[in-house]
């Protein structure tokens, strides 16, 4: 069922909130029925303390689906919609730019930078994806149709309009879009030794029958060319930071190939942002040591599911505050969005046919690695 528009238009790119009020108490109280006898009763109910409910309803900021304003002394009703603007939290400025790679009547696809969520959620509204593009393209029902990571660069695909959304969404879920992503990895750093029933098999360029390494097994030597499939399990716990590989039914699969590795010519460019993205130096010119360039394609799209693999193979992702250790704010905090460090992990490639018009469709991100700690709005 589509969801019911707001009565009025988002204020900066941020859509009204709804609520809906609940049954009444019969005999006997169940989760979810309210004694009140008015809609004011209800609100202040409703929304915690720290919430002014009288100022708002003075300020006629509480609306009915029909476009009334809400007045305190109202008589109950229940199953009423009532939409408001919710005040928005302080928000520190995410760096870089949301690039439109591809634009039509559908659908728009951008290329963006890291440490900008892709809708609004919790402590992130303003600056994501959706608020930031409803407000400067005039696109009200802007909606993505697949996620991506809050730290990942790079493609994301969305629709100009609610109606054209349930078709392109149904090609993610399904698996129908083939995805290639780009990262850059220190291979110098000791393998975990986590235990989790994950499988790697090593197999050539060909695609011949792989040999297969189980879990505890000698770990393949990374070759330049040759396809590593990872096949294992992973659960995004509620409470957790890290997402976690587990004994079970597999649910998440990558294809990852070392492509080449940094410090030939044409690297001397890119040796100063690695290092602030935590690269080791090596040699005596202080240049890229251990630093391999990846391409990976991931079958399956669980939580953090490129992150935790590369990890899985000793090969954590330059800039990851998470793998292979949290780096935490503060002792016992959240992990860290240091704008210096970003994650060098790139969606840079989608392709798929396109379920409206049938045209094949494929498009590449605008970012190269490294993903730069430099670039500005």
């Given at each position: 069922m589509p969801m019911p528009s707001a009565p009025f238009a988002p204020r900066d790119g941020v859509s009204a909130t709804r609520v809906i009020t609940p049954p009444p108490v019969r005999q006997t109280r169940h989760a979810g029925q309210t004694s009140s006898r008015t809609i004011g009763e209800w609100l202040r109910l409703r929304f915690p303390a720290s919430v002014d409910v009288d100022e708002a309803l003075e300020a006629g900021r509480y609306v009915y689906a029909d476009?009334?304003?809400?007045?305190?002394?109202?008589?109950?009703?229940?199953?009423?919609?009532?939409?408001?603007?919710?005040?928005?939290?302080d928000e520190t400025e995410v760096p870089g730019a949301i690039r439109i790679v591809h634009r039509d009547a559908r659908l728009i696809v951008i290329d963006k930078p890291p440490f900008l969520a892709t809708i609004p959620r919790g402590r992130h509204v303003r600056q994501t994806v959706v608020t930031r593009?409803?407000?400067?393209?005039?696109?009200?029902?802007?909606?993505?149709?697949?996620?991506?990571?809050?730290?990942?660069?790079?493609?994301?695909?969305?629709?100009t309009e609610r109606r054209w959304r349930g078709a392109y969404q149904t090609l993610f879920q399904r698996r129908e879009v083939h995805k290639v992503y780009q990262a850059l990895a220190q291979l110098s750093?000791?393998?975990?030794s986590q235990r989790s029933g994950a499988r790697v098999a090593l197999m050539p360029l060909d695609r011949g029958e792989p040999r297969r390494f189980e879990d505890g097994a000698a770990r393949p030597a990374w070759t330049i060319g040759a396809l590593v499939e990872v096949r294992s399990r992973i659960e995004k716990r509620r409470g957790r930071w890290q997402a976690e590989e587990l004994p079970g039914?597999?649910?998440?699969?990558?294809?990852?190939?070392?492509?080449?590795?940094l410090g030939g010519a044409g690297d001397e460019c890119v040796s100063e942002e690695l290092h602030g993205a935590g690269a080791s130096r090596g040699g005596a010119?202080?240049?890229?040591?251990?630093?391999?360039?990846?391409?990976?394609?991931?079958?399956?799209?669980?939580?953090?599911?490129?992150?935790v693999h590369m990890n899985r193979l000793g090969a954590p992702i330059l800039g990851d505050p998470l793998y292979p250790v949290v780096r935490e704010a503060w002792p016992g905090g959240p992990p860290a969005d240091d704008f210096a460090q970003p994650l060098q992990l790139l969606a840079?490639?989608?392709?798929?046919?396109?379920?409206?018009?049938?045209?094949?469709?494929?498009f590449e991100a605008q970012r190269k690695l490294p993903i730069s700690s430099q670039e500005r709005r």
């Open positions: 476009g009334r304003t809400v007045i305190a002394t109202d008589e109950y009703r229940p199953r009423t919609e009532i939409w408001f603007e919710r005040d928005l939290p593009l409803r407000s400067e393209l005039g696109l009200p029902e802007l909606q993505p149709v697949h996620r991506l990571d809050r730290l990942t660069s790079g493609l994301v695909v969305l629709t750093v000791k393998r975990t039914e597999v649910n998440a699969i990558s294809c990852i190939v070392l492509e080449r590795m010119d202080g240049g890229i040591a251990g630093v391999g360039v990846f391409r990976l394609e991931p079958s399956t799209g669980r939580t953090h599911q490129l992150r840079a490639e989608l392709s798929f046919t396109d379920p409206v018009d049938g045209a094949a469709r494929h």
